[in-house]
């Protein structure tokens, strides 16, 4: 141990004396590790805001469908679902889109028809009660496009031209911002003047299942007895979305897979290119009493060195740049959500496991890539500085 | 008295079955015994320098045996050549051969670093072999600053640190001029007088007419002529 | 499916550690053909040099394989929810049956590669590379391992249909079910404490023994032990400490004491089961190969090495399985006993 510690300083010392060459391979292994973590950092924050919105949601959700498009649902189907067997509470569900000419943006806009929780989301001023007509909640990215503050008014258009306006009531910030962004919480009431919402119908149903193992087989009897239906389970969602981020940043690592061969080539050449000075130097190790066992820990060293400092750097890099700079370089590429957000900023979360997959691609390649000449230089002959 | 080395019909090839197949040493034998000064005398490409390595265990020889302390070398496997070497001699270069960029001290403490000694214990025994050899004021230098003397003085220090029993200089005068060449074989007989036992490659007569040395061996082709 | 992060590390990495092998195993095949420690031709040198990297890429190829493993139980947990009814890593392993041969397979990596090393070390005490043959032979061995885990790894990653309806931990380690892991957790809890009990001890005084006494004999049983106390170990793993982890009477799980919810207890705890099962192990083959060694003296020294070692990891994995039975509030007393 205290012999690996000695080669280790000494390692650090050699590579020091060679700043520009481990320099150059330093800022190619960092760069390619930022890059990857950018991506995965960036999916997986994507995918934890995504389901931990979705943890309070639903466990069944069931659309209607006309010739394949969604469609809004006639209240009526709620007394057909509540026969079934296991089935608790039906509720009608209001919600929509809202093109905003205005900024050009998209609002989604839910119309509230009973009592809900802040659910641990960070909220200034207070959350919209269902009897608060003429009031509204909005996320962030509203308020930070049209300038409102709690206490001002939001102005939206309706069906016919006319304008209706909310005082703002309290406005989501902070976690969960990627889907609190663009919301605009009114009542149901209101939803319905706003849009002229035909009555008796609703966006869709949320059902409630006391089993939750029993939530397929619920699932299956609502479309037999309503076949224009599409029901929508809780698992079924949280798949998708998984599938789909896990999907993407696969893509995305593999688009990069070239980056990290040119870095191994790159590796592979610095190592193999000993200099005419590192050469003797070795030699001249060999020569005063080092083994090539000690040699190779010297070179292991060096090697795991350089790794740390490049990952550390990448990981650490990565870290700022999609928590503190929204990502900026990656994110068109991943959101997949319009781009109307007008800033957001993701919660930072990382896990070991990222940490281990990055430690696979990564410097896994740059050890066999350098293993090879690390072990040619470790056999130089002894009496090569002999002869000079 | 039972020799420290034994050389017995050692040869050394090089590119064996090539064209360009050489024999630097052929069929050597002498012996070295215990606080002696051996001189291995002869102009260069006489294969001194290989006899050396061959004796110093740096190499292996393609036939013949090299016993040290009474063990056979020949066909040690490389990590117990350096163990032996490691713990028996010390190297002296005729390019100095030390580690530029780093400190005098760092290139002293250089071997002992694979060593089980510690950081600390091997700090001590540096500092009093820079002392030794009036280095201690260049410690925290550069190797590659220092004056051609005093390089040859830590490349001294380096061949001592480990404690060995024999002292191997290869050519240790050929970069010095007379002063310096007499202020080195001053140190060589200090040594001695410690009960160090040396071998020197030279041609220079400087030092194989020097009265500390106790035997030369005249190499020639790789053979050895005669001994005086 | 294949496009997963974890999916592609794991793959990408199997692939490089075959490569490397493939390497090395060339090298075996060299070493193997013209190895002659009598001879002091160039060959013969370049060859005891070649020596030296096997070594070096066998080194990198347990660290590697290590991490491999982990990745592979993170990736399988992390895909759970791909699965319907699969809550954790078990529900994903039994969505394609292969999965846990990949498991076993990559388990049994890490033991051959240690066991390997272990030699290698006893190797390179020696003058005179008594064990190189054998190193090689053991590289040859290792190779179509690999290979078959790297087989297996891509055909279960490929093979994974989300489709599929699996079940997760709660059905595969229950006590009611059929096969080995629903065996393990629904044998009677007495009995594999009984057997945990047995094994411990059993592994304890032979390792004492060896330690004190000259005969080769307990230093056999010691090794013996080794294997045995890792399987009994994770039975009883799997039977009951995890219950008192979990403090859940029927949660069996071996792999979620290794998230963070459980403080990663597992990391410690499987790691001196490990390394209490490899020295154990490793002291047996030292046995076996002490004829060929020159230095008996250095045999012993690294077998009482090995034997230390084994023991204090044995008592530290004891420790950890103990800590929460003896401590916690949680009894498993009106549920099974």
């Known amino acids: ?388 | 008295m039972e020799p420290l080395i034994r050389v017995e019909g050692v040869s050394k090839c090089f590119n064996r079955g090539r064209p360009n197949e050489i024999w630097p040493v052929r069929e050597v034998s002498l012996e070295i015994y215990p606080n002696e000064v051996v001189v291995l005398k002869g102009p260069s490409g006489s294969g001194k320098t290989t006899l050396l390595g061959l004796i110093g265990c740096m190499s292996r020889p393609t036939a013949g045996k090299i016993l040290v302390k009474g063990m056979d070398v020949a066909k040690l496997p490389e990590r117990f050549l350096t163990e032996i070497r490691r713990k028996t001699f010390g190297f002296i270069f005729q390019q100095f051969n030390l580690i530029k960029g780093i400190t005098v001290k760092e290139n002293i403490m250089l071997p002992l670093y694979p060593t089980p000694l510690g950081f600390k214990e091997i700090s001590q025994t540096v500092n009093t072999l820079m002392k030794t050899l009036s280095l201690e004021h260049r410690a925290d230098f550069r190797v590659e600053i220092l004056s051609g003397g005093e390089q040859q003085r830590v490349a001294i220090a380096r061949a001592l640190v480990n404690n060995p029993d024999i002292l191997m200089a290869d050519e240790p005068t050929a970069h010095l001029d007379s002063k310096l060449s007499k202020d080195l074989l001053e140190i060589l007989n200090t040594l001695k007088s410690k009960g160090k036992t040396i071998v020197i490659a030279t041609h220079d007569p400087l030092v194989f007419e020097s009265n500390i040395v106790d035997r030369v061996y005249e190499v020639r082709d790789g053979s050895i002529r005669a001994s005086s | 499916m294949i496009l997963h992060p974890g999916i592609l590390a794991l793959e990408l990495g199997s692939a490089l550690l075959i490569l490397m092998l493939l390497y090395s195993a060339g090298l075996s095949i060299k070493i193997l053909r013209h190895w002659d420690i009598n001879s002091s031709s160039e060959l013969q040198l370049n060859l005891e040099r070649k020596t030296y990297l096997t070594s070096t890429i066998i080194n990198y190829l347990l660290g590697y394989q290590i991490v491999s493993a982990i990745l592979f139980i993170y990736t399988v947990d992390g895909l759970h929810t791909e699965f319907v009814g699969a809550m954790c890593a078990t529900g994903t392993l039994n969505a394609n049956p292969i999965g846990w041969y990949v498991l076993y397979l990559k388990i049994l990596n890490i033991f051959i590669a240690s066991i390997w090393i272990g030699i290698n070390v006893l190797d390179q005490r020696s003058r005179y590379y008594p064990l190189t043959r054998l190193k090689s032979a053991g590289v040859l061995i290792m190779l179509p391992v690999f290979v078959l885990d790297g087989y297996l790894q891509t055909r279960y990653f490929l093979g994974l249909d989300p489709a599929v309806i699996t079940s997760c931990c709660g059905a595969l380690f229950s006590s009611q079910g059929s096969g080995l892991a629903s065996t393990l957790s629904g044998m009677p809890i007495r009995l594999s404490q009984l057997f945990f009990l047995l094994a411990t001890v059993f592994m304890f005084i032979t390792g004492l023994l060896s330690l004190k006494g000259r005969r080769g004999l307990f230093k056999y049983l010691y090794g013996i032990s080794g294997p045995v106390f890792f399987l009994v170990s994770i039975s009883a793993i799997i039977s009951f400490v995890s219950l008192y982890f979990y403090e859940l009477p029927t949660h069996h799980c071996p792999f979620d004491i290794l998230q963070a919810d459980y403080h990663w207890i597992g990391y410690p705890l499987y790691i001196t089961l490990f390394l209490s099962a490899v020295m154990a192990m490793l002291t047996g083959i030292y046995e076996a190969l002490k004829s060929r060694i020159d230095e008996q003296s250095i045999v012993q020294g690294l077998q009482r090495k090995l034997i230390v070692t084994g023991l204090i990891a044995e008592c530290i994995f004891i420790a950890i399985c103990l800590w929460p039975i003896l401590f916690s509030s949680f009894t498993l007393k009106g549920y099974y006993l």
């Open chain 1, 1 to 388: 141990m205290k012999k690996h510690l000695k080669i280790l300083e000494f390692a650090l010392s050699s590579l020091l004396r060679r700043k520009y060459k481990n320099l150059s391979i330093v800022l190619v292994f960092s760069m390619v590790t930022f890059v990857i973590a950018s991506i995965l950092f960036l999916t997986h924050s994507f995918k934890k805001e995504a389901l931990s919105v979705l943890e309070g949601a639903p466990q069944l959700i069931v659309q209607r469908l006309i010739a394949g498009r969604h469609a809004l649902i006639p209240v009526s189907y709620i007394d057909e679902i509540k026969k079934m067997p296991g089935v608790g509470k039906v509720s009608p569900r209001y919600w929509g889109y809202y093109y905003d000419q205005l900024t050009g943006a998209n609002y989604t806009i839910i119309g509230l028809d009973r009592a809900w929780s802040v659910n641990g989301r960070v909220m200034e001023g207070t959350a919209l009660a269902p009897e608060d007509i003429g009031y509204c909640n909005i996320g962030f990215g509203v308020s930070d496009r049209r300038f409102l503050q709690v206490g001002d008014d939001l102005f939206l258009q309706d069906t016919k031209g006319g304008l209706y306006h909310f005082k703002v009531k309290g406005i989501f910030n902070m976690k969960s911002q990627l889907l609190t962004n663009d919301l605009v919480l009114i009542t149901k009431k209101d939803f319905i003047n706003l849009f002229q919402f035909p009555p008796s119908m609703a966006t869709d149903l949320v059902v409630e299942v006391y089993n939750p193992s029993e939530v397929t087989n619920i699932a299956k009897k609502i479309k037999e007895r309503l076949p224009d239906t599409r029901p929508i389970t809780h698992d079924e969602i949280l798949r998708t979305y998984n599938s789909l981020f896990n999907w993407r940043s696969g893509l995305m690592l593999t688009m990069f897979a070239g980056a990290v061969l040119a870095f191994v080539i790159l590796a592979w050449d610095k190592a193999t290119g000993l200099s005419a000075e590192e050469r003797q130097e070795i030699g001249i190790l060999k020569a005063i009493g080092w083994e090539t066992s000690d040699v190779l820990a010297l070179k292991f060293w060096e090697g795991a060195s350089l790794s740390i400092i490049s990952y550390l750097t990448g990981i650490i890099a990565a870290y700022f740049h999609v928590f503190f700079f929204g990502a900026s370089i990656f994110a068109p590429a991943l959101k997949g959500w319009s781009v109307l957000f007008p800033d957001f900023r993701l919660v930072p979360d990382i896990d070991i496991y990222q940490c281990f997959v990055l430690f696979m691609v990564t410097v896994l390649p740059y050890t066999v890539a350098t293993i090879v000449p690390s072990w040619k230089a470790a056999v130089t002959d002894p009496d090569s500085v002999m002869r000079g």
